[in-house]
């Protein structure tokens, strides 16, 4: 992927301890190696543990359709511009069998087909909460609302705003992708479309 860069912009720091081990032997099983990125956030342990304890938390919600969340979480990952979220969210909807296709789109989700009514409301909904300030409006939400019901919908906006604190971080870590998708042979990311003008898909 071009989106990769070895530069980051504080030096990653050596992984010790026991905690430090425990972090290594996960990574290793669940991404087949250790990611540059483990080392950057290891500069402090405490905000790395309790980032990835929210992380392994949200994984246990389930209000919310997984591929639904799939979508919400890259569709607010392109928004902000973390390739690294991208790349990763690819890679791991891929392991759990979502349609590489379908998510490889996500990036350019208004102009690719293939996507129900539902799912690009969630899609621009993510886009609408990842935006400065937030953008959602009262027809969106009450679309989803009668789409989801009020406990998938508090997750939505749970995940979307999860995916925003990691993908700032690190966007302003300089961590970027580390090419999971690539090393597993799937093809290259939709670019993200320029047309954030468009029709919203709730109308």
């Known amino acids: 992927m071009s989106m990769n860069s070895t530069t980051t912009r504080i030096p990653a720091a050596e992984v010790t ?45 389930k209000a919310l359709d997984p591929d639904l969340a799939s979508y919400a979480a890259m569709a607010a990952a392109a928004t902000i511009g973390c390739s690294f979220c991208l790349d990763f969210n690819y890679f791991m909807g891929h392991n759990r069998g979502l349609d590489a296709d379908k998510i490889r789109q996500v990036p350019r989700w208004r102009d690719a087909t293939g996507f129900s009514p539902v799912e ?46 990691s993908a700032r971080m690190n966007v302003a870590l300089g961590i970027r992708s580390e090419e999971f998708a690539d090393a597993c042979g799937l093809p290259p990311l939709a670019e993200r479309s320029a047309r954030h003008d468009a029709s919203p898909a709730s109308a």
């Open 17 to 61: 301890g026991v905690y430090g081990a425990m972090v290594k032997v996960f990574a290793k099983k669940m991404m087949g190696r250790v990611p540059e990125s483990v080392g950057i956030l290891w500069n402090n342990p405490a905000v790395m543990k309790d980032a990835m304890g929210i992380g392994r938390k949200a994984e246990g919600w």
């Open 120 to 165: 690009r409301r969630v899609m621009e909904y993510a886009e609408a909460a990842s935006q400065t300030p937030p953008a959602v409006t009262d027809e969106l939400s009450d679309a989803l609302l009668a789409d989801l019901g009020p406990a998938a919908l508090v997750e939505l906006a749970a995940r979307v705003a999860f995916m925003n604190m």
